[in-house]
């Protein structure tokens, strides 16, 4: 379970002071998969990275299973899975099992779990053609699969995805859409930030929106639905942000 307590999280430089997130608080429990809408600059990346360990709130907490982010690093990281958007953090001289292999490592995984886990991925997501070829040549998609296998290679408990389909054709946002389901199956915690309505009403049962760094929803999205008197999450979305301009404007 992710608990995200009152954070706040500034960045300051010389003169100016940006608020990125403000006093935003909820849980993620154990085998929910949430959704997480803003806009451009609302605030999503800052907290994923909060979550993940990569920042520091400025002020509140974050726990994860009972252990903060801040005092038990890492404990927190050996069970969780992390992948931002843009980066794949992955090795263009090694083939797809080297990369996958050397991963694992990192994770202190021994011979055998490492060729039984690599075994699963690359069957969950159809990577056996390449598995043996270099990743420089791989095109986006064959990147991308990568990136979540690698993501996944420890299998971790708690999942978080930052934008993951941006830049992806309809074939591979399918792929990341049936993993998403899959890993749902398997009751991971999933928290992942998407730009597309789309995907996270067909993935998501919970949402969490942020506007300006403030939490303006968060709750199950059949509820919302019920609220809303809508099943279109684009409209919901945009009239929340048009009353939360009226109400949490900073
Ligand atoms: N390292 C940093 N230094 C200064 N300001 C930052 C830093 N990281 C983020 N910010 C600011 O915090 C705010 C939130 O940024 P963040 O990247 O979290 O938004 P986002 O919701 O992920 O946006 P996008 O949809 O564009 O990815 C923005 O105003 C951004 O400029
Ligand atoms: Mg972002």
Known sequence: MIEIQNVTKRFQDKKMSVTALNHVSFNVGKGEIVGLLGENG???????????????????????????????????KKQMGVLFGGETGLYNRMTARENLEYFAALYHLSKHETKVRIDELTKMFGMRDYLDRKVEGFSKGMRQKMAIARTLIHNPDIILFDEPTTGLDITASNVFRQLVQELKSQGKTILFSSHIMEEVSMLCDHVAMIHKGQLVYHGEIEALYKEENSQDLNYIFMSKLVRGDEGYAI
């Open 42 to 76: 609302a605030g999503k990346t800052t907290l994923l990275r909060s979550v993940a360990t990569l920042l520091t709130p400025t002020e509140g907490k974050i726990t994860i299973d009972g252990h903060d982010t801040v005092k038990h690093p890492d404990k927190i």
